[in-house]
Structures are given as C-alpha cells and as structure tokens.
C-alpha cells in the first residue's frame, strides 16, 4: 500500500506546475490572501459552503507551491521543528495550553530538532498530531473565526520573510524565516480544515491530476 508523504505530494505538484521563478512568489501569496478572504466570506455569511473544502484544497497546493521555491527539505525541516511530533513546541504539553497558561507573546519557542521520522508525514498524519495538539485549544479560543484570523496573520508574515528571501543579502537565514513561517501556515489550515470537518488530503487529491498517483489509494492511506 502506497502512503504519500508530503515531499511526494510536492513533488509531483511541481510536475503540474514546472513554473518555479522565484518572481511568482508574488502571486502565490496574493493567491493565499484571495482564499482567506474567499473563505472569511463564506464564514460571515454564515452559509455552509461546499465550496469551503474546494479553497482549503487549493489553500493546500499553493503552500506547497511556494514550499518548493524556499526549499521542500527546509520546509519540513521546519515543520518537523515547530511542530514536534510529542507536544506543542512553546508550552512542551499535549494537548496544548498555550492560551490559558500564559501570552502567546510572552512565550519563545525552544530549539530542537524534529524527528527524521515527521519529514515522512503525509496531509492525514500532520492532521492527526496538530488536531490532537491543538483542536480543543483553537475550539476554545473562538473556533473557525478565530483559526482563520490566525490564519491570515501568518500569511503576512510569510508574505514579510519571502519579501526579503527574494531580495536578499542572507538567502540561507530568511530562506529559514520563509520556512518556519510556511510551516505555521500550513499549520493553521491544517487547524481550520479539522474544526470545518474537511478531509484535506481528498480536497487536495480531487484537485490534482497527477497520472502516475492512485489517487483511491492515497485519500485515506496515510501513515
Ligand atoms: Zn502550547
């Protein structure tokens, strides 16, 4: 049985789209920006939307568009490193109490490695750890509004990092930035996606056309 890793999904998403300037940058998170505000609309409304699961999808593909500019194995470096695969990388406990013990502000985020074993971790696996991390914190602290507020936040402080990674003098130390702040994108659609009750790794399959992938086998298979 196949399982897809995140380094497979990007990878075969860079076959769809061999367009790898460095320019389209740019656009890849206006493009994240247009989708946040797609779906803050569709929350205000107040109307459930099948288009919702279809935006997170693409949400998903354009992270692992701009992932594969700054790097897929700095990418899930990052991930693995901010997102460790035993607790919440700021309070150490799972679930996480971030909220209710102290200021996000206030709180610096100890360095250590991740596991190798994380840079293997498909869309199901990540979903799996950050909902058991994360999803009664989020729930508490406001649910899906609050989640995408998040959300947008870190799109700009992506949008921040990758304005200088592209005009850079240091490529290596704000290729990191880039990254960590990728990572905390990633995860909070990973967040808005569990509390929407949305199977991201199917959104994301439907929305791909990758011909050497069995796509029944991968929705749901993942380690
Ligand atoms: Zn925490």
Redesign the pocket.
Known sequence: MRTLSLRLWMEQSEKTNPDRSPKGLDSLVAKLFELGRAIEYIFASGAESILLGEYLGRFMLGIFAIGLLIGIDNFLTALARKYPAQ???????N?????R?RKRES?RQKSRDGSEQQLEWGIHRWWEHLSS??RA?NTESGGETYVLKRLLEEIQELKNALESFSGSVNAAESGQEAADDLADVFAWTIGLSDLADIVLEQEVAELSTFPEMDIDACTLLDK
Request: proline letters at 6%.
């Open positions: 607790f919440c990388g700021y309070c150490e406990k679930p996480c109490v971030c909220q013990e709180v991390l994360y914190r």
